[in-house]
């Protein structure tokens, strides 16, 4: 059974930083895209950032981009979100997730089928 836990939320003033991780079990996760999405009450999840496989290659999404970086260690099955010059609007529930099918990237929740708890970040002004 494939599981994902993520860790690393809390509760933060504006401009400090996090690193979100991510533990991913069940299956070899190596040849899968994984990602951060986030939700607030009230709206839909959105993309926040993907890395490939190979972890040669990412995408951000326009809010975050220069503030937020993601990583992987697949020899430890983890992703990480580290997130820096964090902000108010930030604040949500963040979701670690993995591709749907193996050699495939997206920024679209349709391209993912597996979601952790989520982890609540929350950042005071």
């Known amino acids: 059974q494939v599981q994902l836990v993520e860790s690393g939320g809390g509760l933060v003033q504006a401009g400090d930083s996090l690193r979100l991780s991510c533990a991913a079990s069940?299956?070899?996760?190596?040849?899968?895209?994984m990602g951060w999405f986030r939700q607030t009450p009230g709206k839909e999840r959105e993309f926040v950032a993907a890395?490939?496989?190979?972890?040669?290659?990412?995408a951000y999404a326009d809010s975050v981009k220069g503030r937020f970086t993601i990583s992987r260690d697949n020899a430890k099955n983890t992703v990480y979100l580290q997130m820096n010059s964090l902000k108010p609007e930030d604040t949500a529930v963040y979701y670690c997730?993995?591709?749907?099918?193996?050699?495939?990237?997206?920024?679209?929740?349709?391209?993912?089928?597996?979601w952790g708890r989520g982890t609540q970040v929350t950042v005071s002004s």
């Open positions: 997730t993995v591709a749907r099918f193996s050699r495939t990237f997206s920024t679209s929740i349709s391209g993912y089928d597996t």
């Open positions: 069940g299956r070899t996760f190596s040849a899968y895209t």
């Open positions: 890395i490939r496989w190979s972890g040669g290659s990412t």
